[in-house]
Protein backbone atom coordinates (compact mmCIF):
# COMPACT_ATOMS: atom_id res chain seq x y z
CA UNK A 1 0.00 0.00 0.00
CA UNK A 2 2.72 2.52 1.05
CA UNK A 3 4.30 1.52 -2.00
CA UNK A 4 1.18 2.38 -4.76
CA UNK A 5 0.48 5.54 -2.69
CA UNK A 6 3.72 6.74 -3.07
CA UNK A 7 3.74 5.77 -7.16
CA UNK A 8 0.26 7.86 -7.07
CA UNK A 9 1.69 10.81 -5.27
CA UNK A 10 4.28 10.80 -7.87
CA UNK A 11 2.23 10.43 -10.69
CA UNK A 12 0.12 13.72 -9.29
CA UNK A 13 2.99 15.48 -8.99
CA UNK A 14 4.69 15.16 -12.48
CA UNK A 15 0.89 15.95 -13.51
CA UNK A 16 0.65 19.09 -11.58
CA UNK A 17 4.28 20.42 -12.65
CA UNK A 18 3.13 19.60 -16.77
CA UNK A 19 -0.10 21.17 -16.39
CA UNK A 20 1.90 24.46 -14.37
CA UNK A 21 4.35 24.91 -17.42
CA UNK A 22 3.40 23.03 -20.34
CA UNK A 23 2.94 25.96 -22.37
CA UNK A 24 5.86 27.93 -23.98
CA UNK A 25 4.23 30.74 -25.86
CA UNK A 26 1.51 33.28 -27.31
CA UNK A 27 -1.19 32.63 -24.61
CA UNK A 28 0.28 29.62 -22.79
CA UNK A 29 0.32 28.65 -18.93
CA UNK A 30 3.73 29.42 -17.46
CA UNK A 31 6.28 27.41 -15.16
CA UNK A 32 6.31 25.16 -11.89
CA UNK A 33 6.08 27.70 -8.32
CA UNK A 34 10.34 27.34 -7.28
CA UNK A 35 9.69 30.12 -5.17
CA UNK A 36 7.44 28.24 -2.63
CA UNK A 37 10.16 25.48 -2.53
CA UNK A 38 12.87 27.23 -3.15
CA UNK A 39 15.26 24.55 -4.97
CA UNK A 40 16.36 26.85 -7.91
CA UNK A 41 15.92 30.17 -8.46
CA UNK A 42 14.04 32.70 -11.14
CA UNK A 43 15.20 31.86 -14.81
CA UNK A 44 17.25 34.57 -16.36
CA UNK A 45 16.41 37.49 -18.12
CA UNK A 46 17.42 38.92 -21.45
CA UNK A 47 19.97 42.07 -21.19
CA UNK A 48 17.13 44.32 -22.06
CA UNK A 49 13.87 43.19 -20.54
CA UNK A 50 11.64 45.83 -22.53
CA UNK A 51 7.99 44.36 -23.79
CA UNK A 52 8.01 44.20 -27.65
CA UNK A 53 5.66 46.63 -29.43
CA UNK A 54 2.30 45.06 -31.42
CA UNK A 55 1.79 45.91 -34.47
CA UNK A 56 -1.84 43.40 -34.34
CA UNK A 57 -4.00 43.23 -31.20
CA UNK A 58 -3.13 40.67 -28.74
CA UNK A 59 -4.77 37.20 -29.20
CA UNK A 60 -7.65 36.21 -26.83
CA UNK A 61 -6.37 35.37 -23.34
CA UNK A 62 -7.04 31.61 -22.10
CA UNK A 63 -7.93 30.33 -18.77
CA UNK A 64 -4.68 30.42 -16.55
CA UNK A 65 -4.15 27.34 -16.56
CA UNK A 66 -3.79 26.46 -20.09
CA UNK A 67 -1.29 24.36 -21.48
CA UNK A 68 -1.59 25.09 -24.98
CA UNK A 69 -1.38 27.54 -27.86
CA UNK A 70 -3.35 28.83 -30.29
CA UNK A 71 -2.24 27.99 -34.23
CA UNK A 72 -0.18 31.11 -35.69
CA UNK A 73 -2.27 30.96 -38.46
CA UNK A 74 -5.01 31.75 -36.31
CA UNK A 75 -4.13 35.46 -36.04
CA UNK A 76 -3.55 37.81 -39.06
CA UNK A 77 -0.64 38.60 -37.27
CA UNK A 78 0.80 35.35 -38.71
CA UNK A 79 0.63 36.17 -41.95
CA UNK A 80 3.16 38.88 -42.86
CA UNK A 81 3.18 40.30 -46.04
CA UNK A 82 6.06 38.39 -48.34
CA UNK A 83 9.55 39.89 -48.63
CA UNK A 84 10.03 41.83 -52.22
CA UNK A 85 11.27 39.52 -54.77
CA UNK A 86 14.56 41.99 -55.10
CA UNK A 87 15.57 40.35 -51.30
CA UNK A 88 18.25 38.67 -51.68
CA UNK A 89 19.08 36.46 -48.32
CA UNK A 90 22.39 37.11 -46.70
CA UNK A 91 23.03 32.94 -46.80
CA UNK A 92 22.23 31.01 -49.33
CA UNK A 93 18.84 28.71 -48.08
CA UNK A 94 18.77 25.13 -47.55
CA UNK A 95 16.56 22.48 -49.04
CA UNK A 96 14.09 21.11 -46.54
CA UNK A 97 15.30 18.74 -44.08
CA UNK A 98 13.21 18.06 -40.24
CA UNK A 99 15.79 19.45 -37.20
CA UNK A 100 17.29 16.11 -35.12
CA UNK A 101 19.10 17.68 -32.46
CA UNK A 102 19.95 21.48 -31.49
CA UNK A 103 22.93 22.84 -29.51
CA UNK A 104 23.44 26.37 -27.86
CA UNK A 105 27.15 26.52 -26.25
CA UNK A 106 27.24 29.83 -24.85
CA UNK A 107 24.56 28.43 -22.29
CA UNK A 108 24.95 24.68 -22.03
CA UNK A 109 22.24 23.25 -24.32
CA UNK A 110 22.55 20.05 -26.54
CA UNK A 111 19.18 18.22 -27.08
CA UNK A 112 17.57 16.36 -29.44
CA UNK A 113 14.48 17.44 -31.81
CA UNK A 114 11.30 16.18 -32.16
CA UNK A 115 8.71 17.62 -34.13
CA UNK A 116 5.33 18.68 -32.58
CA UNK A 117 2.20 20.36 -34.60
CA UNK A 118 -1.14 21.41 -33.46
CA UNK A 119 -3.96 19.95 -31.18
CA UNK A 120 -7.39 19.05 -32.34
CA UNK A 121 -8.75 23.23 -31.03
CA UNK A 122 -5.87 24.68 -33.15
CA UNK A 123 -3.16 25.22 -30.59
CA UNK A 124 0.53 24.49 -30.53
CA UNK A 125 1.80 20.88 -28.84
CA UNK A 126 4.54 21.36 -26.15
CA UNK A 127 7.09 18.75 -25.11
CA UNK A 128 5.71 15.69 -22.82
CA UNK A 129 6.65 12.49 -21.51
CA UNK A 130 9.68 11.21 -22.12
CA UNK A 131 10.09 13.97 -24.22
CA UNK A 132 9.55 16.80 -21.72
CA UNK A 133 12.87 18.26 -21.29
CA UNK A 134 13.74 17.88 -25.04
CA UNK A 135 13.68 21.24 -27.74
CA UNK A 136 10.35 20.99 -30.06
CA UNK A 137 10.40 21.69 -33.55
CA UNK A 138 7.12 23.20 -35.04
CA UNK A 139 6.31 21.40 -38.04
CA UNK A 140 4.11 24.00 -39.34
CA UNK A 141 7.17 26.21 -39.88
CA UNK A 142 10.07 25.84 -41.96
CA UNK A 143 12.88 23.69 -41.19
CA UNK A 144 15.74 25.13 -39.83
CA UNK A 145 17.89 26.69 -43.07
CA UNK A 146 14.85 27.10 -45.00
CA UNK A 147 13.90 30.39 -46.15
CA UNK A 148 11.43 31.88 -42.94
CA UNK A 149 11.52 31.74 -39.31
CA UNK A 150 11.75 28.25 -37.99
CA UNK A 151 10.38 27.75 -34.43
CA UNK A 152 12.27 25.85 -31.77
CA UNK A 153 10.33 25.70 -28.26
CA UNK A 154 11.24 23.95 -25.01
CA UNK A 155 10.20 24.03 -21.22
CA UNK A 156 11.74 26.50 -18.56
CA UNK A 157 11.29 24.17 -15.33
CA UNK A 158 10.93 20.51 -15.64
CA UNK A 159 9.63 17.64 -12.99
CA UNK A 160 11.06 18.03 -9.43
CA UNK A 161 10.99 21.92 -10.00
CA UNK A 162 14.57 21.08 -11.85
CA UNK A 163 15.31 23.46 -14.86
CA UNK A 164 14.51 22.08 -17.77
CA UNK A 165 16.24 22.79 -21.47
CA UNK A 166 15.95 26.33 -22.11
CA UNK A 167 16.24 27.41 -18.15
CA UNK A 168 18.92 29.74 -19.24
CA UNK A 169 17.74 31.10 -22.62
CA UNK A 170 17.70 34.43 -21.04
CA UNK A 171 21.65 34.29 -20.67
CA UNK A 172 21.53 33.94 -24.56
CA UNK A 173 23.59 36.88 -26.10
CA UNK A 174 23.66 38.36 -29.48
CA UNK A 175 26.65 36.91 -31.46
CA UNK A 176 25.75 33.32 -29.67
CA UNK A 177 26.09 30.17 -32.39
CA UNK A 178 22.87 28.13 -32.12
CA UNK A 179 23.87 24.97 -34.34
CA UNK A 180 20.90 22.63 -35.57
CA UNK A 181 21.40 19.32 -36.96
CA UNK A 182 19.06 18.13 -40.05
CA UNK A 183 17.92 14.75 -41.35
CA UNK A 184 19.79 15.03 -44.46
CA UNK A 185 23.48 15.10 -42.29
CA UNK A 186 23.96 18.79 -42.53
CA UNK A 187 23.83 21.29 -40.08
CA UNK A 188 22.49 25.29 -39.93
CA UNK A 189 24.46 26.96 -37.91
CA UNK A 190 22.77 30.29 -36.76
CA UNK A 191 23.77 33.69 -35.15
CA UNK A 192 22.00 35.57 -32.36
CA UNK A 193 20.48 38.54 -33.56
CA UNK A 194 18.58 39.73 -30.46
CA UNK A 195 16.73 38.73 -27.47
CA UNK A 196 13.14 39.54 -26.34
CA UNK A 197 11.21 39.47 -23.21
CA UNK A 198 7.54 39.99 -23.97
CA UNK A 199 4.30 39.41 -22.00
CA UNK A 200 2.48 36.60 -22.83
CA UNK A 201 -0.69 38.70 -23.37
CA UNK A 202 1.05 40.50 -26.23
CA UNK A 203 3.22 38.35 -28.13
CA UNK A 204 4.73 39.54 -31.35
CA UNK A 205 3.44 37.61 -33.81
CA UNK A 206 4.48 38.84 -36.45
CA UNK A 207 7.90 39.32 -35.32
CA UNK A 208 8.14 35.53 -34.91
CA UNK A 209 5.64 33.97 -37.46
CA UNK A 210 6.42 36.79 -40.22
CA UNK A 211 7.62 35.92 -43.67
CA UNK A 212 11.26 36.79 -43.83
CA UNK A 213 13.64 37.54 -46.63
CA UNK A 214 15.97 34.40 -45.54
CA UNK A 215 16.68 31.76 -43.17
CA UNK A 216 15.93 32.56 -39.51
CA UNK A 217 15.26 31.04 -36.31
CA UNK A 218 12.96 32.03 -33.50
CA UNK A 219 13.90 29.81 -29.61
CA UNK A 220 11.08 30.19 -27.09
CA UNK A 221 10.27 29.28 -23.43
CA UNK A 222 8.73 31.29 -20.50
CA UNK A 223 10.21 33.84 -18.25
CA UNK A 224 9.38 36.70 -16.11
CA UNK A 225 7.85 37.20 -13.39
CA UNK A 226 5.55 33.70 -11.74
CA UNK A 227 2.46 34.75 -11.23
CA UNK A 228 1.40 32.42 -8.35
CA UNK A 229 -2.76 32.92 -8.92
CA UNK A 230 -2.72 32.06 -12.22
CA UNK A 231 0.12 28.99 -11.67
CA UNK A 232 2.60 30.71 -14.76
CA UNK A 233 5.36 33.02 -15.67
CA UNK A 234 4.14 36.15 -17.06
CA UNK A 235 6.23 36.50 -20.12
CA UNK A 236 8.19 34.75 -22.87
CA UNK A 237 11.82 34.97 -23.99
CA UNK A 238 12.43 34.54 -27.69
CA UNK A 239 15.54 34.68 -28.91
CA UNK A 240 15.90 35.44 -32.63
CA UNK A 241 18.76 34.41 -35.18
CA UNK A 242 19.75 34.15 -38.58
CA UNK A 243 21.67 31.55 -40.62
CA UNK A 244 25.22 32.45 -41.07
CA UNK A 245 26.19 28.71 -42.65
CA UNK A 246 24.49 25.78 -43.76
Request: overall charge negative; aromatic content about 6%.
Amino acid sequence: MTTGSAKDGARRHRTSVVAACAALFVIGGGAVVWAANQQVGPPPAPPVAAGVAEREPPAPSTSPGEVTAPSPSSSSGASAAAPEASDEPAVRPMPASRPTAVRIPSIGVESPVHGLGLDADGRLQVPSGERYDEVAWYDGSPTPGEVGPAVLEGHVTGSGYAPSVFFELGNTREGDRIEVDRADGSTAIFEVTEIKSAPKAEFPRIDVYGATKGPELRVITCGGAFDEESGRHLDNVIVFAELVRG
